[in-house]
């Protein structure tokens, strides 16, 4: 646990009792705060007065006692309409933070000369592959690693910063919403595309809310932008000039003396002391990640193709700025590349859960969106595609251009429908359920007598079969089991 200071002696509310909400009714109780919870389900307050915190119901609350309300970030800040207890913090005149702003006021508190170093990532998608990435090269390398934010553990949960050499949190447009003072030494943006426009009133809002984890941008700091993406070149072409950016792409290859592209990195030499020490240092203007190659400021970095965990563009993207970030915090180059080759992969994220015959099953159960499932689609020449559920504003439409690669679709969830209106001439059937999509593609698959790969990557959310993409995809992988598959490791 990493106990917030700051707060000796005073009221604190916490509002909303989730993973986020106990764990900071904890953290502030160990920096000497009083918390005072309250969630409008009876369950969190049931656990709260189990552990011995103060449930009080914030309705009836004298507001004026608080320092501060710090507010689960399942709870709307501003849009669609601010929560209620956000109208009351605000009419009392009390600040409204959240648990990453108190992760930030902890840090804050320490002397530089012990303060663990801080690497936060934030995107619409592939934040949580990311942070994994980066995290797993940062231990490969020895350092001493804790991981967690909106992927894992609570940030607040971690281990205390004595434990710790750097933490990697991944954050979420909400939770960024709620900082002042986050102050991450490497801060990293992957991308932006229409999601959660009710939450922050229009892309406008989006945008701004991811583009907070570089309020904070100076000396000392280091900012990897993905320019992708038009909504994120204005904010990386906008960042002051003290600090270090480096942008991100997947549609540049530089043309060189190295393998396809690229100088060899140990004749970085010859470019002259300067870009020389930069290097070492690990300090890169640019990255391209496209081809299969990994290429930073004219220099070869890795070839990517044997990254076995990290098919397609979008895992090259993720792989930059996973070597990148380790280079900012004195990983060296053979190490950061090595971290990358050696990647396990993330369960639900283009994971092989197993194989029968020459049919590959990939589960991309967190492709929650048309986005997300580009990625994925991206990645295979052939596929057949089980997709649908809650769909998304704007469901498939973006995904036309992919069609051509779909041997076939089978449709599950409530958008198995608009879905196969969408596919038009497109193969496709409606299988309705997760087993009997995963039993008629694994047969479809194997009658080509091809390797082939059948791939879940819904571009729709789980909510209207399953609580959460997790069990979503722990589904498809006992239906591919059940089939007699041989499993496979993640990756």
């Given at each position: 646990?990493?106990?917030?200071?700051?707060?000796?002696?005073?009221?604190?509310?916490?509002?909303?009792?989730?993973?986020?909400?106990?764990?900071?009714?904890?953290?502030?109780?160990?920096?000497?705060?009083?918390?005072?919870?309250?969630?409008?389900?009876?369950?969190?307050?049931?656990q709260a007065e189990a552990e011995g915190f103060t449930v009080e119901d914030l309705n009836q609350a004298d507001w004026s006692q608080f320092a501060a309300l710090v507010l689960s970030p399942g709870a709307p800040l501003t849009h669609p309409k601010p929560h209620w207890t956000v109208d009351k913090a605000r009419a009392a005149g009390v600040e409204i933070i959240g648990d990453i702003e108190l992760f930030a006021r902890a840090m804050a508190r320490m002397p530089a000369t012990v303060r663990p170093r801080v690497i936060a990532i934030t995107g619409t998608n592939g934040k949580s592959t990311t942070t994994a990435l980066i995290g797993w090269v940062l231990k490969q390398a020895g350092l001493k690693v804790a991981v967690g934010g909106n992927i894992g553990i609570g940030v607040l949960a971690l281990p205390a910063p004595a434990e710790v050499g750097v933490y990697?949190?991944?954050?979420?447009?909400?939770?960024?919403?709620?900082?002042?003072?986050?102050?991450?030494?490497?801060?990293?943006?992957?991308?932006?595309?229409?999601?959660?426009?009710?939450?922050?009133?229009?892309?406008?809002?989006?945008?701004?809310?991811?583009?907070?984890?570089?309020?904070?941008?100076?000396?000392?700091?280091?900012?990897?932008?993905?320019?992708?993406?038009?909504?994120?070149?204005?904010?990386?072409?906008?960042?002051?000039?003290?600090?270090?950016?480096?942008?991100?792409?997947?549609?540049?290859?530089?043309?060189?003396?190295?393998?396809?592209?690229?100088?060899?990195?140990?004749?970085?030499?010859?470019?002259?002391?300067?870009?020389?020490?930069?290097?070492?240092?690990?300090?890169?203007?640019?990255?391209?990640?496209?081809?299969?190659?990994?290429?930073?400021?004219?220099?070869?970095?890795?070839?990517?193709?044997?990254?076995?965990?990290?098919?397609?563009?979008?895992?090259?993207?993720?792989?930059?700025?996973?070597?990148?970030?380790?280079?900012?915090?004195?990983?060296?180059?053979?190490?950061?590349?090595?971290?990358?080759?050696?990647?396990?992969?993330?369960?639900?994220?283009?994971?092989?859960?197993?194989?029968?015959?020459?049919?590959?099953?990939?589960?991309?159960?967190?492709?929650?969106?048309?986005?997300?499932?580009?990625?994925?689609?991206?990645?295979?020449?052939?596929?057949?595609?089980?997709?649908?559920?809650?769909?998304?504003?704007?469901?498939?439409?973006?995904?036309?251009?992919?069609?051509?690669?779909?041997?076939?679709?089978?449709?599950?969830?409530?958008?198995?429908?608009?879905?196969?209106?969408?596919?038009?001439?497109?193969?496709?059937?409606?299988?309705?359920?997760?087993?009997?999509?995963?039993?008629?593609?694994?047969?479809?698959?194997?009658?080509?007598?091809?390797?082939?790969?059948?791939?879940?990557?819904?571009?729709?959310?789980?909510?209207?079969?399953?609580?959460?993409?997790?069990?979503?995809?722990?589904?498809?992988?006992?239906?591919?089991?059940?089939?007699?598959?041989?499993?496979?490791?993640?990756?």
């Open positions: 646990m990493i106990p917030v200071p700051g707060f000796e002696g005073r009221r604190v509310a916490v509002f909303g009792l989730g993973r986020s909400g106990i764990t900071a009714a904890r953290a502030l109780h160990a920096g000497g705060a009083i918390p005072i919870l309250w969630d409008d389900g009876v369950s969190g307050r049931m990697v949190i991944e954050v979420s447009s909400y939770q960024l919403d709620l900082t002042t003072t986050f102050a991450p030494d490497v801060a990293i943006l992957t991308n932006i595309s229409p999601d959660h426009l009710d939450r922050h009133g229009g892309m406008e809002g989006y945008v701004a809310a991811k583009a907070r984890i570089f309020q904070a941008h100076g000396d000392g700091r280091t900012a990897l932008v993905g320019t992708d993406d038009q909504w994120i070149k204005p904010i990386a072409y906008g960042l002051p000039a003290q600090g270090w950016v480096t942008t991100v792409t997947t549609r540049v290859m530089v043309v060189g003396g190295g393998k396809r592209g690229g100088t060899p990195v140990d004749q970085v030499s010859r470019r002259g002391p300067a870009r020389d020490q930069a290097f070492d240092e690990g300090h890169l203007i640019s990255l391209e990640a496209c081809d299969g190659e990994l290429t930073g400021d004219g220099l070869f970095l890795a070839d990517l193709t044997k990254a076995r965990s990290l098919p397609g563009n979008h895992n090259a993207q993720n792989a930059a700025f996973a070597y990148a970030a380790a280079r900012a915090v004195g990983v060296p180059h053979e190490a950061a590349v090595e971290g990358l080759m050696t990647f396990p992969g993330l369960a639900h994220r283009m994971e092989h859960v197993g194989t029968l015959g020459k049919v590959r099953f990939i589960n991309d159960s967190k492709a929650t969106n048309a986005d997300a499932a580009r990625q994925a689609l991206s990645s295979y020449e052939r596929s057949f595609w089980i997709a649908g559920g809650r769909a998304k504003a704007g469901g498939i439409d973006e995904l036309e251009d992919l069609f051509p690669r779909v041997v076939e679709a089978f449709l599950i969830g409530e958008s198995a429908g608009p879905f196969a209106a969408r596919l038009g001439d497109t193969p496709h059937r409606i299988s309705g359920d997760m087993a009997s999509a995963v039993k008629a593609a694994a047969e479809a698959a194997a009658a080509t007598g091809r390797e082939e790969v059948v791939l879940l990557s819904p571009a729709a959310a789980s909510f209207d079969q399953y609580p959460d993409f997790e069990v979503r995809g722990e589904a498809f992988r006992a239906a591919v089991l059940n089939l007699g598959a041989t499993p496979s490791g993640h990756g």
